[in-house]
């Protein structure tokens, strides 16, 4: 649990231009900038799709108990987040600087952003989404229940409102270099290709019941 959400700050802080390290642990040629960094993205989008689907959910569950499937999958995912934003290629060259109110704007809707995705684990169950009450109960001898099919809060409005959080929280910044735009876009890309596969996995999860939900609601939020 701590390596995810360490992970997931080391994201956010990095966006903000607050890098823990100050520099990448990773030296390269300028000119191999853009592809190490699109295979940084890369490998973070194949282990949280790959491990994200129930066949690789099925086979993980060989080697270990399935109280322990959840929060392997969070810390791996948060040492993947930290291995691109400590390996992260710098690229020279700013696309927009913004000043005055619009820069404390933009700034102020990026941190909403992240603040929105933190609700949303909440809205749901936080601790079941970050696999803590998995362990929790399976340390207590007690069985494990799925959480129940909810519709509150921003998922009265947004089917998907914890991405919807991540593409505030990486665009609406008052400096975009052409370095996070990449980071941006790459992630903005691997939401949609995830939110495919998601949307699959929902569907024979809940069955009707989340295919009247996904007439209703949008996927970031509803017009």
């Known amino acids: 649990y701590v390596i995810g959400v360490a992970g997931l700050g080391v994201l956010v802080l990095h966006t903000l231009g607050l890098d823990l390290v100050g520099r990448s642990l990773l030296t390269a040629n300028p000119r191999w900038a853009v592809p190490l960094d699109l295979s940084l993205l890369a490998g973070f989008g194949v282990q949280h799709s790959v491990m994200a689907r129930l066949s690789f959910k099925r086979w993980l569950r060989k080697f270990m108990p399935e109280a322990l499937e959840r ?15 400590a390996c992260w290629q ?19 809707a990026g941190l909403f ?4 995705l933190l609700g ?6 936080h601790w079941d989404l970050f696999g803590l009450r998995q362990a929790w109960l399976a340390a207590q001898g007690r069985e494990y229940r799925d959480v129940s099919f909810v519709e509150k809060w921003m998922y009265r409005y947004s089917r998907h409102p914890i991405q919807a959080g991540v593409l505030l929280g990486v665009w609406s910044l008052p400096t975009m270099t052409k370095s996070q735009a990449i980071l941006s876009a790459g992630l903005t890309a691997y939401i949609i290709v995830g939110l495919f596969f998601e949307e699959r996995d929902l569907l024979r999860q809940w069955g009707g019941k989340y295919r009247e939900y996904k007439q209703r609601v949008g996927v970031f939020f509803t017009l």
């Open 120 to 125: 949303a684990t909440f809205s749901i169950n």
């Open 113 to 116: 952003g992240w603040l929105y």
């Open 71 to 85: 929060s392997t999958y969070v810390g791996a995912s948060g040492v993947a987040l930290a291995v691109v934003v």
């Open 90 to 108: 710098p690229i020279n060259g700013v696309l927009w600087q913004a000043a005055g109110p619009v820069r404390w704007v933009l700034l102020s």
